[in-house]
């Protein structure tokens, strides 16, 4: 109907300019029509006696309009535009052969699938009419772009959908041949995430459009899928993890599902949901990470009937669950029962070394825990690399003024630069009670500390807040409703220190409060530097184990769990990063290390070498290289060549002597990421075809393309000059007008 009224395919107007042929200039064809509305008013003039002044302005509007449309059809008017010469220009036609492609979608009248359907519309459709007019050079792509002679009975057997790589192949070859577009036929199932900057900015410079041909449905209608699953990439041994699920589904609103770990197909968690209306929804389970070693555990949903595709209900996650005991240093001013009940409950914690010294007098320190007599023999640490030998520390009930200066300096810094836990309780000589406020301390506090003495030494009740809910320190039970019930009925601490209000970037984990006053956070935590700190603003949590039976472990495990939050994600000397411990289906991987010395500054001029396991039982060697940007960092590149699991250790030295080393895992999946976001990517086919110029079509009006195409500015091209004097939209909108206007006359009798 378009070209029927316009007489060109819409793309001749979005992409063209539009120009006057006739010789006269455009202010000669301005000036008559300012001149043919004076002349139709000076007439209508006449006739005021006969219609109203409203009237007369309606048909003097009409009537210039009718002459002002003559005389642009007299100049002329056209459409320049760029076009293709024919027979001249090379076609790139992609059609894709990853495994999406290969799926029947739901509902589909013919049983065909998308592949087979875009065979269809290439070989019935396209390719007949386009060859009559362009050279054609077929390719099916995937993980890249290879040339094929025919589209007929091709195999959706690729495992990766790179539509990116695929425009780069593209593109370096239209530097030896005239390529006048680009045509894909796609879901737009991109393993990627889409087409980066630098590939686009390249189409781009070449004036290259692609033209998006997509297939399947936007979504389906009865599917749940995983979007992302959050672990630690590291954790102590027998360790509770919290794994944070993103999903979404359609079709099963209200209806209760299975959260699931598992590993090696065995159970591990299994938690009950119900699903919310059709969006994003975020959930959180809590399993065992199980003894050292590196672990794979499967984390999704289990399918439920009806579902149209059930290969995307789950992914596998790696865990780096380590043995190492951290070693946390816990200084009390002194003695107190919560000092002994947490030495009590660390007790059977084979993850954590707790070293501790008690002032028992103003002069005297009992230590234990210590590794040898020498250790903490002169007191607190007072040199950084001593204090920085530890994973964690706690500071009790002691008074600010304790700490030199310089100790009070490498406290701030064992956080800030050595990338360790601090945590402060309170207590008589604690916190403000302590003089903290105007100290380095203070700085690194999660909370505000209140301006005058706080501490006080009436029961109050500790609560949970949100945040406290769902994280996995204060997972007593692994139902969520059975852990705040369980924590509902804690017994009340004997004393806390009233608290100021959360830094920007802390989370307040629980609050505390009397009955009838307002309430105060009790523990809080944030990030800090490159380590973390909290504050627990109470030392009356040793009733949580006196008050309640004997085989009660609450105290036990809430210490443990707090403890290792503390030190699981503190570094050592030597610390071995990937970006991605996932890798679908790209074995390129980039292995990054930083080296520091024991006061935790960066180690130049270190020899950097990784040890790589591979799944097939070899072992790879890769030596790391400093990086000219950034000292103490050496990265280097590995290809990951086989599916499956490797394990990397990396080992420093410095001057032939050894400063650390540390070990992290990685996995290869291959064929899997096929099954995510397998209903078709319209938004990235229509932003790409968009981006470049070019047109998003669907398999119903692919027929398009072939009068469309040829506008181009790609390959070899020229500007032609199209008439639109004579199209049949300009005639009929002067039949219509002048119809109009004699329809108006004749109903006020002026005909």
Known sequence: MFELLFKYPPAIFSKGKLVLLAPWPVWVLILLVILAGAGVAWFLRERRSALSLGRLIGIGIAQTAMIAIILFMLWHPAISVARLRPQQNVIAVLVDNSRSMGLVDPGSSDGK????????????????????????????????ATRIDQAKNLAPDDNATRIGDSLKHIAAEA???????????????????????????????????VHTIGFGPDHFAKDIEIVDADVPA????????????????????????SLM?????????????????????????????????????????????????AQNNAVVRLINVTQKKQRVLFFDGEPQWEYKFIRRAMEDDTAIDLVSMVRTTENKLYR????????????????????????????????????????????????????????????????????YANTPMAEMMPLHLAPEKSFSRNFATATLTDAGKASPILRLEDAADANDARWKKMPQVANYAVMGAAKPGAVVLMNVGEIGKRTSPLLAIQTYGHGRTAVLASSGTWRWKMLQDHTDMTHVTFWQQLMRWLVTETPGQVTA??????????????????????????????????TINRPDGQVDSLTLKPDPL????????????????????????DDKLEVGRDTLTFRR???????????????????????????????????????????????ISGHDSLDIWDMPALFLLLILIRGAEWLLRRKWGVV
């Open 175 to 209: 530097s030896t041949m005239p390529l006048g577009a680009v045509v894909l036929l796609t879901d737009g199932g991109d393993n990627t995430g889409g087409v980066d900057r630098e590939t686009l900015a390249q189409v781009r410079q070449l004036h290259l459009p």
């Open 669 to 715: 999946e291959d064929g899997v990421a096929e099954n995510f976001n397998a209903a078709q990517n319209k938004d990235l086919l229509t932003r790409l075809a968009a981006d470049t110029g070019g047109n998003y079509y669907t398999a119903a009006n692919a027929k398009r393309l072939d009068d469309e195409i040829a506008v181009s500015e790609a390959g």
């Open 113 to 144: 699938s998308r592949l087979q359907s875009a065979e269809d519309v290439l070989n019935n459709d396209l390719l007949p009419a386009l060859s009559k007019k362009f050279q054609i050079r077929l390719y099916s792509f995937g993980h890249d």
């Open 368 to 435: 234990q825990g210590v590794a040898n007599d020498k250790e903490l023999e002169g007191g607190f640490p007072s040199k950084p690399e001593e204090l920085f030998a530890y994973d964690g520390l706690i500071i009790g009930s002691e008074e600010a003024s304790y700490f030199s200066p310089v100790q009070q300096a490498a406290i701030r810094d064992f956080a800030d630069r050595r990338g360790g836990g601090v945590m402060f309780l309170a207590g008589r000589f604690a916190l403000s009670d302590g003089g």
């Open 234 to 257: 590291r954790v102590l041994a027998n360790s509770r993890v919290s794994a944070h699920i993103n999903f979404r589904q359609h079709g099963y609103e209200g209806q209760k599902v």
């Open 630 to 653: 950034e000292p103490g960092a050496y990265t280097g590149d590995y290809s990951a060549d086989k599916a499956g699991a490797y394990v990397a250790e990396v080992v420093a030295h």
């Open 577 to 610: 990063s990937v970006a991605h411990q996932m890798l679908s289906d790209d074995g390129q991987v980039h292995l990054r290390t930083v080296v520091r010395d024991k006061t935790y500054q960066a180690v130049a001029g270190a020899t950097v070498e990784a």
């Open 261 to 309: 770990v598992r590993e090696n197909g065995h159970p591990l968690a299994k938690q009950e949901i119900t699903l919310k209306p059709e969006t994003d929804q975020s959930e959180t389970i809590m399993f065992n990470a199980g003894p050292a070693g590196a672990h794979s555990f499967q984390v999704g949903i289990d399918p439920v009937a009806g579902e149209q595709n």
